[in-house]
């Protein structure tokens, strides 16, 4: 378990659209809307998204467990998600 | 003095370029090891030795365009058994000797058909005879016009490399193979809560994907059912040893490649996801070896990311099956007269009907069925 960073919303976006792209290189994410499906519009398969998973653990320090994978299937999605366990920013 | 090859790293190989030697002359070097990288048209390839002894001499220098069998190097396996003598290397180029051509009928028609030269060929069979494999392996090598061997390939010369070589491979399998397709629906209730279980335990880095288990579970099937796990060649079925399972992998810039798990059979979860794993991201970064492209004795397709929901897929030659795994969703689902919703996974057998009829395939099918309803016994020894 990694500790949790002390990271505010524009220092997370950072990070996860950084993964994203070593996923996707060819991918333009300026063109990426919140709501896009991650997995389809991106073209990544399970294993990217659970590497992108477990990046995220190691960067972020929060662990999403399997049965939320529902809820981090956007770019809101998990933002929203991992924003919601970093400390609140002082 | 045995020949080292450019092996054929693939039904659709007609040619490799020698891209680097990983030893020297005077090397010694034992069965496995990675002698040379070989650039492919499914990326570059670490290529292994299957004999032991002394790297004598290089027949080809680094940057050689060299056709699928012809020699690479020399290799004085005497100089590995002290014992033996010693023989001097074959000349570069054995004379063609004015011997009467044996050559089976069907080969001579497929020749003529073709546009193969007979006295260009060494034949494969008994006395050197040729057959219909070698006149189609000399028509593979001698017919589209390879790239343009000057500068690093663009992506544009990989793209049309790798299409071209799936067209080969696939208009051969659907020329020559004559295939059948059953389906299945299998209820994955069992399977998923076993995994969600097993996942909840386990660090983020060390969970399991669905894959794990369902190679795994064609693995086991291939033990009870293992007319599907093989070769066709020379007219007859040619049941493979090791069950190594070939999964397609994508790759981003299009095309796909389908490297070897080494005995899927005998792994363990851990163990077979951390392989799959290495083996995605070396197929995507270009570093596979030589034994993982040629080694495959069935394939696997697993197309349920995209959202497909059944794969009715093409045998890679010549391998005489190919399992297909679409989507798990949620289906309606009738046992003992109760009506149901259950996460169902639509798995598809294709199989060579030349070394396979569908009974076999259906015991294949319900084999991994049965496997997969005891997902807890699946990694038990």
């Known amino acids: 378990m990694n500790a949790v960073k002390n990271l505010g919303p524009q220092a997370l976006r950072q990070i996860v659209l950084s993964q994203l792209h070593g996923l996707a290189p060819e991918a333009d994410l300026s063109t990426l809307r919140p709501h896009d499906d991650l997995r389809e519009t991106l073209e990544i398969d399970s294993f990217d998204f659970l590497n992108l998973l477990i990046a995220l653990d190691q960067e972020v320090g929060v662990e999403i467990p399997e049965k939320e994978y529902g809820k981090v299937g956007t770019l809101a999605g998990l933002m929203d998600y991992l924003l919601a366990r970093l400390p609140k920013a002082t | ?381």
Not at chain 2, 90 to 107: C, D, G, H, N, Y
Not at chain 2, 227 to 236: C, E, P, R
């Open chain 2, 1 to 381: 003095m045995a020949e080292f090859r450019m092996p054929s790293l693939g039904a659709d190989m007609q040619s490799g370029k020698l891209l680097e030697w990983k030893v020297a002359p005077g090397t010694l070097v034992k069965r496995g090891q990675v002698v040379a990288v070989v650039g492919t048209e499914k990326g570059d390839i670490e290529v292994e030795v299957f004999e032991e002894g002394l790297i004598q001499n290089f027949a080809v220098q680094e940057g050689a365009e060299v056709p699928v069998g012809a020699p690479l190097a020399w290799i004085d396996e005497g100089a590995a058994r002290p014992g033996l003598p010693k023989k001097e290397a074959p000349p570069p180029a054995a004379e063609k000797t004015e011997q009467r051509i044996r050559v089976s009928p069907l080969a001579r028609k497929l020749a003529a058909e073709l546009g193969v030269d007979l006295t260009q060929i060494q034949g494969s069979g008994p006395h050197g005879a040729i057959d219909k494999d070698d006149i189609e392996r000399a028509a593979q090598q001698t017919a589209p016009p390879l790239p343009a061997a000057e500068g690093p390939p663009g992506k544009a010369d990989f793209q049309a490399g790798m299409r071209r070589a799936i067209a080969l491979a696939m208009t051969r399998a659907n020329r020559d193979i004559p295939h059948y397709y059953l389906e299945c629906r299998i209820d994955m209730t069992r399977a998923l809560s076993w995994l969600e279980a097993e996942n909840l335990q386990r660090p983020i880095q060390n969970r399991l994907l669905p894959a794990v288990l369902l190679i795994k579970a064609v693995a086991k099937a291939l033990v009870k059912v293992p007319q599907l796990n093989g070769y066709w060649t020379k007219d007859a079925l040619q049941i493979a040893e090791g069950i190594h399972i070939g999964f397609a992998i994508a790759l981003r810039q299009g095309g796909l490649v389908t490297p070897a798990i080494h005995h899927a059979d005998l792994q363990g979860a851990d163990e077979l996801m951390t392989n799959l794993h290495d083996l995605i991201l070396r197929t995507r970064s270009g570093r596979l070896r030589s034994s993982e492209l040629t080694d495959a004795t069935i394939t696997v397709t697993h197309l349920g990311d995209r959202g497909v929901e059944k794969v009715f897929g093409v045998i890679y030659p010549p391998q005489v099956a190919l399992v297909g795994f679409g989507k798990i969703t949620e289906e309606v689902w009738v046992e003992k007269g109760m009506i149901g919703v259950r996460p169902v996974l639509h798995a598809t057998l294709a199989g060579d009907h030349r070394a396979s009829d569908g009974r076999t395939g259906a015991e294949f099918l319900e084999s991994l069925d049965q496997l997969l309803q005891t997902p807890e016994a699946l990694f038990a020894a």
